[in-house]
C-alpha cells in the first residue's frame, strides 16, 4: 500500500505551539508518524482509496501527508498537492465572495432578496444575509424529488432556480435553521449580477489568483486538471467509481476544486491578520465569522458558510464537505493560527471531521473531561413527542426518561443520553437541545446541531 509523506517543520517550529500542548512535547517526526498513522488505517482496510492531510500554524507547514491513491484503477499514488473536489467547503468562498461586493456596495445584506429576484415567492421577506446561513426557509434542492431528473442534464442554470421557487418552504424566514444548498445557489447568481462576471471568473480571477492559489479552480468534469483525483464511493464488492455529476448544479453551494497547501494559504488570506486578511475588510470579515440570530433572538452557530464551535474553550471555524467521490474538512483555530485539512477521495466511509478531530488532539493536546451536573427538579416536563421540519422530511422526536436522565431518539434510531447544561438546555453529542417552556410543561424543542437548528412542536 502507498503511503508517502511531505517534510515536517523543523523542531523550533514545535517548540512555538501553545504551552501544554502535545505537540509541543515531541519531536516533528513523532507528529507526523502519528498522523500518518491515523490517515493509514482507512485506506489499509480498504474503505478510501487516497487522501491528503495537511496542518499548518500560521505560514509555518507542522505537517503534509499524500497517501494511498489518485487512480485505483491504474494504481496511481496520490501525488503532492492533490486536486479534490471540496463540495461544501466551496460555501465559504461564496460568501467572501458576496462579502467582498458588499464592501465595494455592490450587495446589502440587509436588502430584500426581491431585490434581485422579484418573482421568487416570498422574496420581500428574505432579506439577503439568511442565505448565508440557512435561514431563509426555502427548501434545499438537493433533497427535492424534481432535481434528480436535473441532475443529470445540462439546462440553463435559470432552471434550477425556477424548481426551487415552485416548492413550499421548510419554515417561514428566519424561524430556524436547515442546512440547505439552495441558498447558496441563489447566492452564486446575485454575485454574477452584482459583479457583472461569471461565479467561476469572479472566484478564479477574485480570489484565487489573489490569494496566491494556483492550484485551485471552479470543477469541471470534462477539463484536464493536473494531478486531479478520481473519486470512490463505496459499492457491494469494495470501491466503485463515483457517479456521475454535472458541475452546473453544485455550483456556487459546492463546485470548486482545491489542494491542502491551498486551502491553508487560503485561511491565512482570510484569517491570518484577525481582520479579514487581504480580501475582506474587519467589519466583513466579522460579518463573516459572527454568527446571527433568528427571529426571536435564538442565537446560531452557523455564520457565513462557516460553522463556529467551541473546542476546550476555544474558537474553532470551519465546516465541511461532501460530493460524489469526495469529502473535505477544513478548519481554523485562531488562538493558535493553526489550520487542519483532510480531503479524501471517497465518499460515505471513512469520517474526515473524525481524522481531524485525532489530529487536534495529538496537536492540542485532548479535551477535558466534561464533569456532569446534577439536575434537580422534575424532568417529566419535558417528555413527550415532538415534530417539526428537518432536512428533506419531518423531524419525529421522542424525549424520555432513563435511568440516567432524560433520553431523545430521533426516528427510528437509538436513544441518545442527555446532559444538563442548566436552565432547559441539554447537550447531546456536540449539539445542543433547549426546551421552550408554556408554564411548567415544555411546548417546543430546539435542537441545535450548529449546520441545523430544528423547531420542533409538542404534539
Known sequence: MIRRTLSAVAAAGLLACAAGSVAAQQDPAALSAAIDSIAMEGIE?????????????????????AYGYADLELEAPTPEDAVYEIGSVTKQFTAVAAL????????????????????????????VHRLFDHTSG??????????REVAVQDLPQDSLIA????????????????????????????IEEASGQSYEEFVEERIFAAAGMNDSRYCHKDEMIPRRTKGYQPGPDGLRPANYLNHLWPYAAGSLCSTTDDLAIWNLAIHGDGAGGTLLSPEAYRSLITPGRLEDGTPVR?????????????????HGGGIFGYVSDLVYYPEEDLTITVLINTAGQVSPAGIRQEIENLVLGPV???????FSGDLSRYTGSYRGPGRGQRLNVVVSEGEDGLELKVGGAQPRSMRWLGANTFAIGSGRVTFLLDGDEARVLQMDQGSGLYVLEKI
Open 138 to 147: 426555502m427548501k434545499g434542492y438537493t433533497e427535492m424529488q424534481s432535481f
Open 368 to 374: 477535558a473531561p466534561v464533569v456532569p451536573r446534577a
Open 163 to 190: 424548481l426551487i421557487a415552485a416548492e413550499q418552504f421548510d419554515f417561514d424566514p428566519g424561524e430556524a435553521l436547515i442546512y440547505n444548498n439552495s441558498a447558496y445557489f441563489v447566492l452564486g447568481k446575485i
Open 100 to 127: 467582498m461586493l458588499v464592501d465595494e456596495g455592490k450587495i446589502d445584506l440587509e436588502a430584500p432578496l426581491s431585490d434581485w429576484f422579484p418573482d421568487f415567492p416570498r422574496a420581500a421577506d428574505i432579506p
Open 45 to 65: 482496510a480498504g474503505r478510501v482509496a487516497g487522501m491528503s492531510i495537511a496542518v499548518y500554524r500560521g505560514p509555518e507547514r507542522l505537517h503534509a501527508g
Open 302 to 318: 452557523y455564520a457565513k458558510g462557516l460553522l463556529v464551535s467551541d473546542r476546550d474553550g476555544k474558537t474553532r471555524i470551519g
